[in-house]
């Protein structure tokens, strides 16, 4: 499995629980490679089940599936791997629950130290970002071009932009060196959401 193309993140805020599975459904069909399994809101419970569903649509159309934060969640759904940020389990933490095999992420910001610090313990990809002003979240640090060009020169794993992207913008990362784009509202504030996907999967073929 990998982390490169279209990179998409569930929200609770943006997708209703009754509409989740749909929605994921019309995005991997769009052409997302990889689906991020995030809800930091919900009890154990409902996460469980529906990162379950989630993650049987994901193995049945070879999409690489990554539960958000938490480690034992994963594990117990048999999960790609795991995206860890600031605050969420240390990576060594992460890495001795997941075991050697899963992906792990990390959020690494504006900080390219950190994505050094990251790939040297055992990181499998890092994300930079916000790129752009986030509806997600509107405060996010802001990371540059320049920074994506460094980092593509220097980490030898997968690099994935996040923050406010769009088809318009979209281009210009990748040109920089992303491996892959993560999206929310691109894609889930959508009117079609299909269509949306295949739309930004199409910017890597260009």
């Given at each position: 499995m990998s982390v490169r193309g279209l990179y998409v993140i569930t929200d609770p805020e943006l997708i209703p629980a009754h509409r989740l599975?749909?929605?994921?459904?019309?995005?991997?069909?769009?052409?997302?490679?990889?689906v991020q399994y995030r809800n930091k809101t919900a009890d154990y419970r409902a996460r469980l089940q529906q990162a379950r569903e989630i993650r049987q649509i994901c193995r049945d159309?070879?999409?690489?599936?990554?539960?958000?934060?938490?480690?034992?969640?994963?594990?117990?759904?048999?999960?790609?791997?795991?995206?860890?940020?600031?605050?969420?389990?240390?990576?060594?933490?992460?890495?001795?629950?997941?075991g050697p095999?899963?992906?792990?992420?990390?959020?690494?910001?504006?900080?390219?130290?950190?994505?050094?610090?990251?790939?040297?313990?055992?990181?499998?990809?890092?994300?930079?970002?916000?790129?752009?002003?986030?509806?997600t979240k509107p405060k996010a640090r802001r990371a540059s071009l320049a920074l994506l060009r460094r980092?593509?020169?220097?980490?030898?794993?997968?690099?994935?932009?996040?923050?406010?992207?769009?088809?318009e913008n979209g281009a210009s990362l990748l040109e920089a060196g992303a491996d892959a784009l993560a999206v929310i509202h691109a894609v889930f504030g959508a009117a079609d959401r299909r269509i949306a996907a295949e739309q930004l999967a199409k910017l890597f073929y260009q």
């Open positions: 599975l749909d929605d994921v459904v019309a995005v991997v069909a769009g052409g997302a490679r990889t159309r070879n999409v690489t599936f990554i539960v958000n934060d938490d480690a034992e969640l994963a594990v117990a759904l048999d999960a790609d791997g795991i995206h860890i940020g600031e605050q969420d389990s240390a990576l060594p933490d992460a890495r001795r629950i997941v095999t899963r992906l792990i992420g990390v959020s690494c910001y504006n900080d390219l130290n950190r994505a050094r610090e990251s790939w040297e313990r055992g990181a499998d990809y890092v994300a930079f970002g916000s790129f752009y002003s986030s509806a980092a593509r020169r220097e980490l030898p794993i997968p690099i994935i932009a996040i923050g406010g992207i769009t088809l």
